[in-house]
């Protein structure tokens, strides 16, 4: 397929680096997994075999370099369940806008 | 022999679920879209579906990457909500129709689709939010017993738009002879434009959303016949996934009515488009 741009869905590479990310994710949909993820988040991501980049990307909830490092957005959105965080507010971190921004000039809603 | 009452489309954002479970049904930013629903739910009482094909996608809530059946089949007897990390959702579980699914499934392979048949699972918003925005949400049991198709839009190589809607023409056929007095109704979910990841997130297109709700209807063989990449680039990295709208529309008549139609943007991220079609 042709690359459309900033659209990480079509890198094939980019989705597959993503697995380790993502299946950490994954187990964060039941409730021993985000007792884990609250009790000791660095040893819940350990058991994954997370890279320390990975890691360094989880714990300061920096979305943009998840989404960079192949996390897939409906699988560490799940980390929001533990930690909340609007998923808006993930979009423009991604984007590089604040939220207010974000809401206005891409969503166009009134702010 | 069973009959196809029509066909509904949908928007399935999980923010509409959880407006509903926060009480938000009323407030000024939700009233506007959650009213846009009603007479749909309207003809939906009329009408008096029995059983509902739910076309929709898992958002890796029951399955995960490790195994990603591009088209699956619910063959169970009864599909209870799913936790997607929140605990799971406080409405009633989903009958299934087996007896369908098994006659869908056999008909599907005899007509050289190949899908995986699936006997357990649990059902997540991509159902769910459909069901509440049609049906309204039921104290008890929902009125309707669901066979959900799952299709994989989420890890390419997601499938060709057309085959959606020859998949759709097979959902057809195995409705029209499925040998039983029941009334058929079926769901097309997703879309409609929505981008969540990548520097384009944010990204939406009111215009060509307001245009699919009219091609849906009346122009669906060029729809088909769009590339994946033409969907991507015109609703989005995720609203692509209103290809599977295509379903819905290939399991009926060439000619339809529109009955309702309904469009409010944003809903969270999304452009949320909702039709209601009948057989000409």
Same mark, same amino acid.
């Given at each position: 397929?042709?690359?459309?741009?900033?659209?990480?869905?079509?890198? %094939? &590479?980019?989705?597959?680096?993503?697995? $380790?990310?993502?299946?950490?994710?994954? !187990? =964060?949909?039941?409730? *021993?997994? %985000? &007792?884990?993820?609250?009790?000791?988040? $660095?040893?819940?991501?350990?058991?994954? !075999? =997370?890279?320390?980049? *990975?890691?360094? &990307?989880?714990?300061?909830?920096?979305? $943009?370099?998840?989404?960079?490092?192949? !996390?897939?957005?409906?699988?560490?959105?799940?980390?929001?369940?533990?930690?909340?965080? $609007?998923?808006?507010?993930?979009?423009?971190?991604?984007?590089?806008?604040?939220?207010?921004?974000?809401?206005?000039?891409?969503?166009?809603?009134?702010? | 022999?069973?009959?196809?009452?029509?066909?509904?489309?949908?928007?399935?954002?999980?923010?509409?679920?959880?407006?509903?479970?926060?009480?938000?049904?009323?407030?000024?930013?939700?009233?506007?879209?959650?009213?846009?629903?009603?007479?749909?739910?309207?003809?939906?009482?009329?009408?008096?579906?029995?059983?509902?094909?739910?076309?929709?996608?898992?958002?890796?809530?029951?399955?995960?990457?490790?195994?990603?059946?591009?088209?699956?089949?619910?063959?169970?007897?009864?599909?209870?909500?799913?936790?997607?990390?929140?605990?799971?959702?406080?409405?009633?579980?989903?009958?299934?129709?087996?007896?369908?699914?098994?006659?869908?499934?056999?008909?599907?392979?005899?007509?050289?689709?190949?899908?995986?048949?699936?006997?357990?699972?649990?059902?997540?918003?991509?159902?769910?939010?459909?069901?509440?925005?049609?049906?309204?949400?039921?104290?008890?049991?929902?009125?309707?017993?669901?066979?959900?198709?799952?299709?994989?839009?989420?890890?390419?190589?997601?499938?060709?738009?057309?085959?959606?809607?020859?998949?759709?023409?097979?959902?057809?056929?195995?409705?029209?002879?499925?040998?039983?007095?029941?009334?058929?109704?079926?769901?097309?979910?997703?879309?409609?434009?929505?981008?969540?990841?990548?520097?384009?997130?944010?990204?939406?297109?009111?215009?060509?959303?307001?245009?699919?709700?009219?091609?849906?209807?009346?122009?669906?063989?060029?729809?088909?016949?769009?590339?994946?990449?033409?969907?991507?680039?015109?609703?989005?990295?995720?609203?692509?996934?209103?290809?599977?709208?295509?379903?819905?529309?290939?399991?009926?008549?060439?000619?339809?009515?529109?009955?309702?139609?309904?469009?409010?943007?944003?809903?969270?991220?999304?452009?949320?488009?909702?039709?209601?079609?009948?057989?000409?």
């Amino acid at each position: 397929m042709t690359e459309i741009p900033e659209t990480p869905i079509l890198d %094939r &590479a980019h989705q597959l680096r993503g697995y $380790r990310m993502n299946k950490m994710a994954m !187990g =964060l949909g039941n409730p *021993e997994g %985000r &007792a884990a993820f609250r009790a000791d988040e $660095r040893a819940y991501l350990d058991r994954f !075999g =997370l890279t320390e980049e *990975e890691i360094t &990307a989880v714990m300061s909830r920096d979305w $943009r370099t998840m989404i960079a490092l192949g !996390g897939n957005l409906f699988l560490i959105l799940k980390i929001s369940a533990v930690d909340p965080v $609007r998923i808006t507010e993930i979009g423009a971190h991604q984007v590089g806008m604040d939220h207010e921004s974000f809401l206005r000039d891409r969503l166009g809603k009134k702010v | 022999m069973a009959t196809i009452v029509g066909g509904l489309g949908t928007s399935h954002v999980p923010s509409i679920g959880a407006a509903l479970d926060k009480g938000l049904r009323d407030a000024p930013e939700w009233k506007p879209f959650f009213d846009g629903y009603l007479p749909a739910q309207e003809w939906v009482r009329e009408r008096r579906p029995d059983v509902a094909v739910v076309v929709f996608n898992d958002h890796f809530n029951a399955l995960f990457l490790d195994r990603v059946p591009t088209f699956a089949v619910g063959c169970a007897a009864e599909y209870h909500p799913v936790d997607e990390g929140w605990g799971p959702r406080a409405i009633p579980p989903f009958t299934g129709a087996a007896d369908f699914s098994w006659h869908l499934v056999d008909h599907l392979v005899e007509n050289r689709f190949d899908p995986e048949i699936i006997q357990e699972i649990q059902v997540d918003h991509g159902l769910q939010v459909p069901m509440e925005l049609f049906w309204g949400r039921p104290s008890d049991a929902w009125p309707v017993r669901v066979v959900p198709i799952f299709v994989n839009v989420l890890q390419y190589p997601i499938p060709l738009p057309i085959r959606l809607y020859e998949l759709g023409r097979a959902l057809g056929r195995a409705i029209e002879t499925y040998d039983s007095e029941e009334r058929f109704v079926v769901l097309g979910t997703g879309g409609l434009s929505h981008q969540l990841q990548g520097s384009r997130a944010g990204f939406l297109n009111p215009a060509a959303d307001r245009r699919f709700l009219v091609d849906i209807a009346e122009n669906p063989d060029e729809l088909a016949n769009w590339s994946r990449q033409k969907y991507v680039e015109t609703f989005g990295g995720e609203g692509a996934e209103v290809i599977m709208w295509l379903v819905m529309r290939g399991a009926l008549d060439p000619e339809v009515v529109v009955r309702h139609r309904h469009y409010f943007s944003p809903a969270s991220m999304t452009g949320a488009g909702m039709i209601v079609l009948e057989n000409a």
